[in-house]
């Protein structure tokens, strides 16, 4: 383990939206480079497991980043197999983590099923029942009390399963969200949604063209379509909820099949209460496949990739 030394916040430039103007921030920057990997916050610092670098080599280890004192931790190698897209849920102060995709499409065993629990404070794992199938490329989580949905994930196919796990009883079990073949909300790939005042949210993707579709889960039975991610339609964004917003950055948009791809740098701001969407910002550079998490009060977005399919250590803040 080492502590890399980190140098002071510089601000990189703000851009001024029709309702809000933040100023975006430069942070110190991983020094481990990344892609397709999973955040999660606990006890007001952020951790940051898996994904691929440069070299599109597959990684398993885990960094702590503080924001007291904008530094990076090396917390070194995991018992899991490296993987890219893992997914990642907290509940108090204990994170709940696996699946993600390991080789090559097509094989179900590049689908990895495990899933854990992962105490930072005793930096212990141990490992839980296995997910129930094998589409878990890229799946997004909602965390509940005592219990958390996960679904929507990716097997050289598009899926929309939808399981629930409890617990205490360390089970899954698939739960009928209410969508046929081709009802709304669509089966998708690389779709982004968090959790914001006990509600869950969840939208964009791709499915033969990349996505603006924005629902909630209604006490895990079923989806009400809300108001659609405004701008380019986007897949492989990321976002991240304070107390009372949604934040949803960059992705990549494509038009249909044939386009050319194009890597996003806005950032929009979903509003539960009222349904609606405003613009915040610009990030200095668009992004794809990267991650965001906030503590408190400040929305933190980084990594991930780069117009140039470079992978980018930079990590971004800005205050709400």
């Not at 503080?66 to 893992?86: E, F």
């Not at 097509?106 to 689908?111: A, I, L, R, W």
């Not at 950055?249 to 890597?263: A, E, I, L, P, R």
Request: proline content about 4%; charged content about 20%.
């Amino acid at each position: 383990m080492f502590i890399v030394a980190l140098v002071a916040v510089a601000m990189v430039g703000c851009t001024t939206g029709p309702e809000m103007q933040v100023q975006v921030k430069r942070c110190a920057p991983m020094p481990s480079p990344r892609a397709s990997a999973v955040c999660f916050v606990v006890n007001d610092r952020a951790y940051v497991f898996a994904g691929r670098d440069s070299t599109e080599k597959r990684l398993n280890d885990l960094w702590q980043y503080d924001p007291a004192t904008d530094s990076w931790t090396d917390l070194g190698q995991t018992p899991l197999t490296a993987r890219v897209n893992p997914t990642a849920v907290v509940q108090g102060d204990k994170v709940y983590l696996g699946l993600g995709f390991c080789g090559k499409h097509g094989k179900d065993s590049s689908y990895l099923r495990d899933w854990w629990e992962y105490s930072p404070q005793t930096d212990s794992w141990k490992q839980l029942a296995d997910y129930p199938n094998y589409y878990t490329d890229d799946c997004t989580a909602f965390s509940t009390d005592g219990e958390f949905y996960v679904g929507y994930g990716f097997n050289w196919n598009y899926r929309r399963d939808m399981f629930r796990y409890d617990i205490a009883t360390n089970r899954w079990d698939s739960i009928d969200v209410g969508v046929g073949m081709f009802d709304y909300p669509t089966r998708s790939f690389g779709g982004t949604g968090c959790t914001c005042s006990n509600r869950h949210f969840m939208g964009t993707g791709y499915y033969r063209f990349s996505l603006d579709w924005w629902a909630e889960l209604v006490d895990g039975k079923y989806w009400e379509k809300r108001t659609a991610v405004p701008g380019p339609t986007r897949t492989l964004a990321a976002s991240s909820a304070t107390k009372d917003f949604i934040y949803v950055s960059g992705g990549m948009h494509y038009g249909n099949m044939t386009t050319t791809g194009k890597v996003l740098s806005d950032i929009r701001r979903y509003d539960p209460q009222t349904d609606s969407w405003t613009y915040v910002a610009q990030l200095p550079e668009g992004l794809m496949n990267h991650v965001s998490f906030t503590i408190g009060k400040t929305v933190y977005i980084g990594l991930g990739e780069t117009e140039e399919w470079t992978i980018n250590n930079q990590l971004y803040r800005f205050e709400e």
